[in-house]
């Protein structure tokens, strides 16, 4: 059955993608990123000498800070910077500069829906502007599920609101390794078939959550595909 979407996307059909680097003058690596209506700014500045309190000094270290369109960081905004931290400290090769801290700025243009998803693809184009060693990128994508059990992909603001639950997925880009390809398997397995960051935001079953995860799967490389003509 197929799912009427407003504005006439089928369930598996992104919202049209647009990506620029080098946007920010005084930033080391800057990239904007855009998903339909959505719309982020990722800044990286460092790395710089020393490291925060509590984090390793034999390793780099990494701030993200989220900065909303309109108003004060709440407690969503708290949440995705901690998602988008663990998410950098699990693609950058964090031995090439320890004792250093690298600053990371979020800033939200527009909010039209997969708004974090849009925010780590805006953050992986940054990092790579800024020349900070990657052992590969990742590619985000925000899966959801209607009432019907349906399951669509990149909404709008309005579909997330009226689902029954979505997942943010965040998915390795082994394709743009720096890494040996044996480096790249887990237990023998490619890496693309990993999944980096998982971010559920209501109920759904397990087998939805599975139906999520390889749909979300199969569509990155539309993602990958774009990534790699716009980092060349």
Request: charged share 25%.
């Amino acid at each position: 059955m197929e799912i009427d979407r407003k504005d006439g996307r089928t369930a598996n059909q992104l919202r049209p993608l647009s990506c620029a680097r080098n946007v920010l003058n005084r930033a080391h690596g800057s990239a904007s990123w855009s998903q339909g209506e959505t719309k982020v700014l990722a800044a990286v500045y460092g790395p710089k000498a020393g490291t925060n309190k509590n984090e390793n000094p034999e390793k780099a270290c990494f701030e993200v800070i989220w900065k909303p369109k309109t108003g004060q960081i709440g407690k969503a905004e708290k949440e995705y910077e901690m998602i988008l931290k663990k998410t950098v400290q699990s693609i950058c090769v964090l031995n090439v500069h320890p004792n250093t801290t690298t600053s990371i700025i979020i800033q939200v243009v527009n909010d039209d829906g997969a708004l974090l998803p849009c925010a780590i693809n805006a953050l992986c184009a940054a990092l790579v502007d800024a020349g900070i060693p990657l052992k590969h990128l990742a590619v985000a994508i925000c899966c959801c599920l209607t009432e019907s059990g349906h399951i669509l992909l990149d909404p709008s603001k309005l579909e997330e609101q009226r689902m029954k639950a979505f997942v943010y997925l965040v998915f390795p880009n082994s394709t743009l390794s720096v890494l040996p390809e044996e480096a790249l398997k887990v237990r023998g397995e490619p890496m693309e078939h990993g999944l980096i960051t998982s971010s559920t935001h209501g109920v759904m079953s397990v087998d939805d959550y599975i139906r999520c995860l390889e749909r979300g799967r199969a569509a990155t490389s539309k993602l990958s595909d774009f990534f790699r003509r716009n980092l060349q």
